[in-house]
Structures are given as structure tokens and as C-alpha cells.
Nanobody
Framework: QVQLVESGGGLVQAGGSLRLSCAPS????????MAWFRQAPGKEREFVAA????????NYADSVKGRFTISRDNSKNTVYLQMNSLKPEETAVYFC???????????????????WGQGAQVTVSS
């Protein structure tokens, strides 16, 4: 069974940094667009960042532009989300997702993604 496995979550103080990783088990996702979404308690899931299969296209939510960076290393079959200057309101479960296509909305639509990880908790303390 194909799974996406996130790692790197944890507790960080406001203004700090974390790097999330996402690695699939069971197959390679080097030909897939990948993305990160997050869901805070009591809120809907929201788009964070997406990257095309070769890294040639990236897209970010306005709220994270300039602070977060999505990248991928297809030789390691891994996608990363570097998060800097974290804010308490960004406390959420962060999910990795994979899609066989780069959607028209720049990878920002959750319904385009057919494979999801279990999520990694990120807690930002004030």
C-alpha cells in the first residue's frame, strides 16, 4: 500500500524554524506534483505550498510567501517544507499530498490530490 510519511514536526517558539519532510513508501513519486496543506483545530484544511514534478513550478499561499520554501529531491524521493519565522497561528497538522497532475490552480486545490499522508503536528508557542 502506498503511503506518504511526514516527519520533522514538533514544538517551536514563535519566530523559529522547522523543516518538514515527506517521503512515500511503496513507490516513487518523482513524476508527481507534491504539496503541503495544513489544518488547525476547528478550521478547514488550507493550502500551504505546491511543487511540480521537476521543481520547475512552485506555488505558495499568500500567508507563507517569503517565509516558507517547498523543495524536492527526486533522487531521494523526498519533498521538504522549510518553515521560517513561524507564528503561533500556524499551529496545525501539516499534510503532504501527491497528485498525478499540476492542477490549473497551481496545485492549490486539495481535490486534485489523491494520496495523502497522516500528517505531522507543528506547534508554535508564543
Amino acid at each position: 500500500q502506498v503511503q506518504l510519511v511526514e516527519s520533522g514536526g514538533g514544538l517551536v517558539q514563535a519566530g523559529g524554524s522547522l523543516r518538514l519532510s515527506c517521503a512515500p513508501s511503496g513507490r516513487t513519486f518523482s513524476n508527481y506534483a507534491m504539496a503541503w496543506f495544513r489544518q488547525a483545530p476547528g478550521k478547514e484544511r488550507e493550502f500551504v505550498a505546491a511543487i511540480s514534478w521537476n521543481g520547475g513550478n512552485t506555488n505558495y499561499a499568500d500567508s507563507v510567501k517569503g517565509r516558507f520554501t517547498i523543495s524536492r529531491d527526486n533522487s531521494k524521493n523526498t519533498v521538504y517544507l522549510q518553515m521560517n519565522s513561524l507564528k503561533p497561528e500556524e499551529t496545525a497538522v501539516y499534510f503532504c499530498a501527491a497528485s498525478g497532475r499540476w492542477g490549473s490552480a497551481g496545485g492549490a486545490v486539495g481535490q486534485d490530490y489523491g494520496c495523502w499522508g497522516q500528517g505531522a503536528q507543528v506547534t508554535v508557542s508564543s
